[in-house]
């Protein structure tokens, strides 16, 4: 059985994130963002990859404490349906989906990407904006400062878009709330 924590008098307790996410890249950003907004985020990277379940999130959350602010996510690419599907039906999450890449979420920092567009494509207009070569699970420095410098036009960009379709990415939804904890 999970342990609750407690509340202290008079403070006001931010909710703790469980990030649950499948590849370096997805954990390599959300440290990025744990690092920004300072605020208290766990990632759980690739342990299971797809093979996540809303019993294996609950099994891991057994031990740990926990409180009924608490926020799961599940950060995913969104490319494989079959895969979109399952994390759809776990109960009690917010699914966070790029299509096809979390790198598609990068580039709509630097562009508003309305085509169709494959991983290798982001990967490879990633490398032409920031003018350097891309590796996957890793922000170097000109790409943190294009992800702080341009957030807010990603922001509207991805809110244009449509959830789950190539190109598409709800990356804003996770800004939207770390933002709105940040500032209360």
Same mark, same amino acid.
């Given at each position: ?15 703790? &994130? ?87 979420? &990068? ?7 309305? /085509?169709?567009?494959? /991983? ?33 036009? /990603? ?8 959830? &789950? ?20």
């Amino acid at each position: 059985m999970s342990r609750t924590r407690r509340e202290p008098r008079g403070k006001k307790i931010n909710p703790h &994130f469980w990030v649950f996410c499948e590849g370096e890249t997805e954990e390599a950003y959300v440290k990025f963002l744990r690092s920004n907004y300072r605020l208290h985020i766990e990632i759980i990277p690739k342990i299971v990859g797809n093979k996540i379940t809303e019993k294996f999130i609950k099994n891991y959350k057994k031990d740990k404490p926990i409180h009924e602010k608490d926020v799961d996510f599940l950060i995913y690419d969104a490319d494989v349906p079959e895969l979109l599907e399952k994390l759809k039906k776990i109960k009690n999450t917010v699914l966070i989906a790029s299509n096809p890449s979390i790198e598609l979420w &990068f580039l709509l920092h630097y562009k508003n990407q309305k /085509a169709e567009i494959s /991983a290798t494509e982001c990967i490879k207009e990633l490398c032409n904006r920031n003018r350097n070569t891309y590796k996957k699970g890793l922000i170097d420095n000109k790409l943190a400062s294009k992800l702080n410098e341009n957030k807010y036009e /990603a922001l509207k960009r991805a809110k244009n878009s449509s959830l &789950f379709q190539n190109p598409s990415s709800n990356m804003n939804e996770l800004i939207d709330i770390l933002d709105k904890i940040k500032r209360n």
